[in-house]
Nanobody, 120 residues
Framework: QVQLVESGGGLVQAGGSLRLSCAAS????TGWFRQAPGKEREFVAA????????DYLDSVKGRFTISRDIATNTVYLRMNSLKPEDTAVYYC?????????????????WGQGTQVTVSS
């Protein structure tokens, strides 16, 4: 069983920043997803096992950065220039197979979710 521990959500004003953390027991391909009320869960960002490859949802490119700390098996999502439309519950997820993937169904284990609220 893979356990993921998320932290870092909160309430921030538009234009502000937050950093989300996702700690695991070992290194995996990791994705961040988000789900707003009444909407489907959507891909936000992903990082490869090595950390060399990343990809992002178009609407967050240039504002969000995904990174990993190999020493602590922690993946971060740095979110800058936040907008009210970024408000959602954010989830990290991992997959044991290699390769970046973009669908929730391609990830095997999920964190508990952390609320991000951006006020206008």
């Amino acid at each position: 069983q893979v356990q993921l521990v998320e932290s870092g959500g909160g309430l921030v004003q538009a234009g502000g920043s937050l950093r989300l953390s996702c700690a695991a027991s070992r290194r995996y391909v990791t994705g961040w997803f988000r789900q707003a009320p009444g909407k489907e869960r959507e891909f936000v960002a992903a990082i490869s096992w090595s950390g060399d490859n990343t990809d992002y949802l178009d609407s967050v490119k240039g504002r969000f950065t995904i990174s990993r700390d190999i020493a602590t098996n922690t993946v971060y999502l740095r979110m800058n220039s936040l907008k009210p439309e970024d408000t959602a519950v954010y989830y990290c997820a991992v997959r044991r197979l290699p390769g970046l993937q973009y669908a929730p169904g391609d990830y095997e284990y999920w964190g508990q979710g952390t609320q991000v609220t951006v006020s206008s």
